[in-house]
């Protein structure tokens, strides 16, 4: 079966850094993954999706993925982390036949000033 | 454009008392229909989901249950709610099976504390 696994439930970067958030993934058939970010009491709001042809992925607010195959991972990242940037990212796997998904424990991003 | 729309926003139940979560998309047709729960520090956990109307699948043993009675209206219920059942959950969407491997659609989210 599909899974994903975040490593990290929590993040810590200073405004200006580098920004990694990593994912790891299983899955017996080509996966379908996302990155998806949530505010506080709000639903989830898609970041990026790689489905397939490129395995660098660029989404909104300029964070980008890169499915690698052989490390099974997706990890995502952004050159220089905001004070908008903190929240909530879940990674997640499609199943791909009824677009069942699974999600990850999630990664808290906190961004310092 | 579609648009999905759960409420209430939060909600406060005591011990015991019924549940009932709505959920309803617009402007499309035939959408998966998902319930996931997210609890205090973890991530998302599927409840259930329905490719169609009256068709529902369960994911986990539990006190709740789901309906869809409409093609774009997704229920989730409980007849007694547990101190358990609190935590935050979301609604969401997808393209059915003529558009696979797309992402979901979240609602809001609804707040539930069980008291």
């Known amino acids: 079966a599909q899974s994903v696994t975040q490593l990290g439930s929590h993040v810590s970067v200073s405004e200006g850094a580098l920004v990694l958030l990593r994912c790891n993934y299983s899955?017996?058939?080509?996966?379908?993954l996302f990155w998806y970010v949530q505010y506080p009491n709000q639903g989830l709001q898609l970041l990026l999706k790689?489905?397939?042809?490129?395995?660098l992925v660029k989404g909104i607010n300029g964070f980008e993925a890169e499915f690698k195959k052989s490390e099974t991972s997706f990890h995502l990242t952004k050159p220089s982390a905001h004070m908008s940037d903190a929240a909530e990212y879940f990674c997640a796997v499609g199943l791909g036949n009824n677009n069942d998904m699974r999600f990850g424990a999630g990664t808290r991003l906190t961004v310092k000033p | 454009s579609q648009t999905i729309h759960q409420w209430p926003a939060t909600l406060v139940q005591p011990v015991g008392s019924p549940l009932s979560l709505e959920c309803t998309v617009e402007g499309t047709s035939n959408p998966n229909l998902y319930w996931y729960r997210q609890a205090a520090g973890r991530g998302l956990q599927l409840l259930f989901y329905?490719?169609?109307?009256?068709?529902i699948s369960s994911e986990v043993p539990q006190n709740l249950s789901a309906s869809r009675p409409q093609d774009r209206q997704f229920i989730l219920s409980s007849k007694k709610l547990l101190l358990s059942d609190s935590g935050f959950y979301l609604c969401a969407w997808s393209p059915g099976r003529r558009s696979m491997n797309t992402e979901a659609f979240f609602g809001q989210g609804t707040r539930l504390t069980v008291v």
């Open positions: 329905s490719v169609g109307i009256g068709q």
């Open positions: 899955s017996s058939v080509p996966p379908y």
């Open positions: 790689y489905t397939t042809g490129a395995t």
